[in-house]
């Protein structure tokens, strides 16, 4: 469904489910990472995008006790309350909608009784587009409109997160709410994680990119993702006793530094570093050349990320390499794994025009490998919002 087809959804359930129109909507889409792989934790930088598809969440007040949740899509209706922070039983996705209320009461030092909600998605599970992030963010939004209040849009993204971690259990970074709340039509965004400050990256608008999932089971959890976040801390700590200047993550050390130094620290160490400093190194480089206009520049950029996610992060895997080595293949103007890796999909950027022959030309080549992977268009989009306007969705 595309994004109206989901609100007018979204919006007919609460009515036939709570007898009520909402009182307030909100969209947010989810995301993908363009160039930028694991360098959110080591103070680095990252071009996201957030993307065509999202969450909408629909909320209204209630005389009932407690909060009353519909997930449309698998038809359930979960209640808990927001006095203490127990996992709700039996509708994992509750959580995130319980975590993200609990620490909104908890700002605004206020208690929040009462609600029936709503939502339902566009966004395909598994597809590494952060579905979680943008209900969390919808969540967020549609609360604070129907209490007419404000929050900073990054502490928004940080409660989110701290719902995500304490809820959900995902200690995730702050880069899927970032690109949900801060994302551009037609554009980047450019978020630093150590300032936390966020800027847009224009986009020619003939662009666009395919995310391609060869349908690689993928959890960070069961992966080798701890071991990778402690070879770039101990690569840290080596180069600190190396290089004249502080030292406290990897964003503080040049390409050239690393360079010079890569034979005196851990081989295992230097390896996991050279992915990351090259990483934030190529997203600055990305930066300027979409500043110039230079596409062929950016594109050859994340073949070289996704290269060295092969040769130093380790963090690909056959498949991904394939629809990779595809890509290249049939044309697009650049390819990489987006996200963590160790399975997960790839994103691929196009020009529009060519996107679905790009994208046939894919899946013909990954079927010959006996892949057939799952190919979704998608649009650089605007950023999370509330709708004020309901007529266009259905509502008097």
């Known amino acids: 469904m595309n994004r109206e087809n989901v609100i007018q959804t979204a919006v007919a359930a609460h009515v036939a489910m709570f007898g009520q129109q909402s009182e307030s909507i909100a969209w947010a889409p989810g995301r993908i990472e363009v160039l930028g792989n694991h360098t959110d934790y080591n103070d680095g930088t990252v ?47 509750a959580n995130y909608i319980k975590g993200v209320f609990y620490y909104i009461q908890e700002h605004l030092g206020k208690p929040i ?72 039509e037609h554009g980047l965004i450019h978020s630093d994680f150590r300032s936390l400050e966020v800027s847009g990256v224009d986009l020619a608008t003939d662009v ?48 050239e530094e690393f360079e010079s130094c890569k034979e005196q620290i851990a081989p295992q160490a230097a390896k996991r570093a050279a992915h990351v400093v090259g990483e934030i190194t190529r997203v600055e480089s990305g930066v300027d050349a979409l500043a110039k206009g230079d596409l062929k520049a950016f594109g050859k950029m994340l073949f ?59 899946r013909a080549i990954c079927k010959t490998k006996e892949i057939e992977p799952d190919i979704i268009e998608i649009t650089p989009s605007a950023g999370a919002r509330v709708l004020s306007s309901f007529c266009e969705y259905g509502v008097v």
């Open 304 to 362: 070289e990320s996704h290269q060295s996610s092969i040769d130093n992060f380790e963090n690909s895997c056959a498949e991904l390499d394939v629809v990779v080595d595809a890509a290249r293949e049939a044309g697009a103007l650049g390819a990489r794994l987006s996200g963590g890796g160790f399975g997960g999909a790839a994103i691929v950027m196009v020009h529009t025009a060519e996107a679905k022959v790009i994208g046939e030309k894919i």
């Open 47 to 93: 071009l996201s995008a957030a993307i065509n598809m999202g969450h909408c969440f629909c909320i209204s007040r209630s005389t009932r006790c407690g909060i009353h949740a519909l997930a449309v899509d698998v038809e359930q209706v979960a209640k808990f309350e927001l006095t203490d922070t127990e996992k709700v039983e039996g509708a994992g996705w």
């Open 208 to 255: 666009e990119f395919l995310v391609v999932n060869p349908k690689v089971k993928h959890s960070l959890a069961d992966s080798p993702y701890n071991e990778r976040r402690e070879r770039c801390e101990q690569a840290a700590a080596q180069l600190a006793d190396l290089l004249p200047h502080k030292v406290t993550a990897l964003r503080d050390v040049s390409w």
């Open 113 to 184: 009784r009462g609600l029936d909600c709503t939502f339902l998605g566009s966004i395909p599970m598994g597809a590494g587009l952060s579905s979680s992030a943008a209900l969390e963010v919808a969540a967020a939004y549609a609360l604070l409109d129907l209490l007419s209040e404000t929050i900073d849009k990054k502490e928004i993204a940080s409660l989110c997160r701290k719902a995500e971690h304490n809820f959900a259990g995902t200690n995730c970074g702050l880069l899927d709410q970032f690109s949900s709340i801060f994302g551009r």
